[in-house]
């Protein structure tokens, strides 16, 4: 009897999605300007005024917008044409970079504007993110779902390692303009290309037709009864606050303790960005993944160990890979992330479900004032040392006594109707 012939690696599974392969790339090109963004704020802001709590502010308001508006940028998943609500917040990110561009090049930039550049992008991401990641559902089967969101985070990852260290480049080459210029490159083709894919149009439910006040309601009811959705929240809540915004401080370090150029500043910005890579390369060949929540512990923690060890590094040599280390582990919190409330969620509620978790992503601006306000006080290191060390407690902690991250994420996973769904979830009179 002849064996049955064995199938090859599931990594690139989702690429045989038309959709999805012109999801990627607009997806990819639209984090890449992200990266960009922060990375030439960041250093603008550092030139501008030396401070390192200012260069945090970079942070912060580029964060606030998931923290004021993030519930309700995924009850606008829920409600709106996806197509068109990533078209609109692609074109605002492209009007305000243009915007930025100009003022770069007639030397009138102030520090504001690097500000008011990071909350208008921020406000965009808020209603982005949701909608983005919503559409891997409607693509996929529930068993594609993880190599998508896996695939999506290579993208996602990349665009650390790349964004960074193309904005870097472009300053040290040409200046801050140039970096600019080729951010709002990236803006363009990621419209162009959410332009000409053909987005599923998702099916309406009765309750939203209910008032908005309600709808956001019924989002915090329903992952609050979710077990594995509400863990997942949590320690969102802990890596944005206290892991997430040592990015702030690597150009203070880079310049301060290293030493190095805004070249050299770039390449270690985006650094964690090849260790996530392959970390979500992995993750995507798995095929069938049952502990999801194992791998979002394992990683944050992972993540947060690497962070400690780079702030008591005091050479680039050690630093650099340091930091791809780190990436790696992030790599399992952040692929992990929207994948398990995408699982989990009912239909008519995985927009707002993934609007709470972006609210918990809000918790970012709060670890930007944090971290800015003692690395003022004290030194940057010190400040990334405080916020990383309470975090590998604070994760071991999530993860003994909340069972549903160890527990198969098939348990977890909402059955019946998206209506009988909603129902449950919606609070008494």
Same mark, same amino acid.
């Given at each position: @009897?002849?064996?049955?012939?064995?199938?090859?690696?599931?990594?690139?599974?989702?690429?045989?999605?038309?959709?999805?392969?012109?999801?990627?790339?607009?997806?990819?090109?639209?984090? =890449?300007?992200? $990266?960009?963004?922060?990375? !030439?704020?960041?250093?603008?802001?550092?030139?501008?005024?030396?401070?390192?709590?200012?260069?945090?502010?970079?942070?912060?308001?580029?964060?606030?917008?998931?923290?004021?508006?993030?519930?309700?940028?995924?009850?606008?998943?829920?409600?709106?044409?996806?197509?068109?609500?990533?078209?609109?917040?692609?074109?605002?990110?492209?009007?305000?970079?243009?915007?930025?561009?100009?003022? !770069?090049?007639?030397?009138?930039?102030?520090? $504001?504007?690097?500000?008011?550049?990071?909350?208008?992008?921020?406000?965009? $991401?808020? +209603?982005? @993110?949701?909608?983005?990641?919503?559409?891997?559902?409607?693509? +996929?089967?529930?068993?594609?779902?993880?190599?998508?969101?896996?695939?999506?985070?290579?993208? @996602?990852?990349?665009?650390?390692?790349?964004?960074?260290?193309?904005?870097?480049?472009?300053?040290?080459?040409?200046?801050?303009?140039?970096?600019?210029?080729?951010?709002?490159?990236?803006?363009?083709?990621?419209?162009?290309?959410? $332009?000409?894919?053909?987005?599923?149009?998702?099916?309406?439910?009765?309750?939203?037709?209910?008032?908005?006040?309600? &709808?956001? !309601?019924?989002? +915090?009811?329903?992952?609050?009864?979710?077990?594995?959705?509400?863990?997942?929240?949590?320690?969102?809540?802990?890596?944005?606050? !206290?892991?997430?915004?040592?990015? /702030?401080?690597?150009?203070?370090?880079?310049?301060?303790?290293?030493?190095?150029?805004?070249?050299?500043?770039?390449?270690?910005?985006?650094?964690?960005?090849?260790?996530?890579?392959?970390?979500?390369?992995?993750?995507?060949?798995?095929?069938?993944?049952?502990?999801?929540?194992?791998?979002?512990?394992?990683?944050?923690?992972?993540?947060? =160990?690497?962070?400690?060890?780079?702030? &008591?590094?005091?050479?680039?040599?050690?630093?650099?890979?340091?930091?791809?280390?780190?990436?790696?582990?992030?790599?399992?919190?952040?692929?992990? /992330?929207?994948?398990?409330?995408?699982?989990?969620?009912?239909?008519?509620?995985?927009?707002?479900?993934?609007?709470?978790?972006?609210?918990?992503?809000?918790?970012?601006?709060?670890?930007?004032?944090?971290?800015?306000?003692?690395?003022?006080?004290?030194?940057?290191?010190?400040?990334?040392?405080?916020?990383?060390?309470?975090?590998?407690?604070?994760?071991?902690?999530?993860?003994?006594?909340?069972?549903?991250?160890?527990?198969?994420?098939?348990?977890?996973?909402?059955?019946?109707?998206?209506?009988?769904?909603?129902?449950?979830?919606?609070?008494?009179?």
């Amino acid at each position: @009897m002849r064996p049955r012939p064995t199938r090859g690696p599931h990594t690139f599974d989702a690429f045989r999605n038309r959709v999805f392969r012109l999801m990627w790339p607009a997806n990819f090109c639209s984090y =890449v300007t992200r $990266w960009m963004q922060l990375t !030439l704020l960041s250093l603008l802001v550092l030139n501008l005024t030396g401070s390192p709590f200012r260069v945090a502010l970079v942070g912060f308001f580029a964060m606030a917008p998931l923290l004021a508006f993030g519930v309700f940028g995924g009850l606008m998943a829920d409600r709106l044409d996806r197509r068109h609500l990533l078209l609109g917040t692609q074109t605002a990110t492209l009007a305000a970079s243009l915007t930025m561009l100009t003022l !770069l090049i007639t030397d009138k930039v102030e520090l $504001w504007h690097a500000y008011g550049t990071a909350l208008t992008t921020g406000m965009a $991401w808020a +209603f982005d @993110m949701p909608a983005r990641r919503s559409i891997a559902h409607d693509l +996929f089967p529930r068993g594609g779902v993880t190599n998508a969101m896996a695939l999506d985070s290579v993208g @996602m990852h990349g665009s650390r390692m790349i964004g960074p260290a193309l904005a870097g480049g472009m300053i040290t080459i040409a200046g801050f303009s140039a970096g600019y210029a080729v951010a709002c490159a990236f803006y363009a083709v990621a419209i162009f290309f959410v $332009w000409i894919a053909d987005i599923p149009k998702r099916r309406h439910t009765p309750s939203e037709s209910s008032s908005i006040a309600r &709808n956001l !309601l019924e989002g +915090f009811v329903y992952v609050k009864s979710n077990r594995l959705i509400f863990a997942t929240v949590v320690v969102t809540i802990l890596m944005n606050l !206290l892991l997430f915004p040592y990015v /702030q401080m690597i150009p203070v370090i880079a310049r301060e303790t290293l030493g190095v150029s805004e070249g050299l500043t770039g390449l270690l910005m985006g650094a964690d960005g090849l260790g996530a890579i392959v970390g979500a390369i992995a993750i995507a060949s798995a095929g069938s993944v049952r502990h999801h929540g194992r791998i979002f512990v394992g990683g944050s923690f992972v993540g947060l =160990v690497m962070a400690f060890v780079f702030a &008591n590094s005091g050479t680039y040599s050690i630093s650099l890979p340091v930091l791809i280390g780190l990436g790696f582990g992030a790599s399992g919190f952040g692929t992990m /992330q929207g994948t398990i409330v995408v699982l989990a969620a009912s239909d008519g509620m995985r927009g707002r479900a993934l609007g709470v978790v972006s609210l918990a992503i809000g918790a970012g601006p709060i670890g930007a004032l944090i971290i800015g306000a003692i690395a003022e006080a004290t030194s940057p290191a010190t400040a990334i040392k405080l916020l990383s060390g309470t975090g590998v407690a604070a994760i071991i902690l999530a993860g003994l006594l909340m069972s549903a991250l160890r527990n198969p994420t098939e348990a977890h996973v909402t059955s019946g109707s998206a209506d009988a769904a909603e129902s449950n979830a919606r609070p008494a009179a």
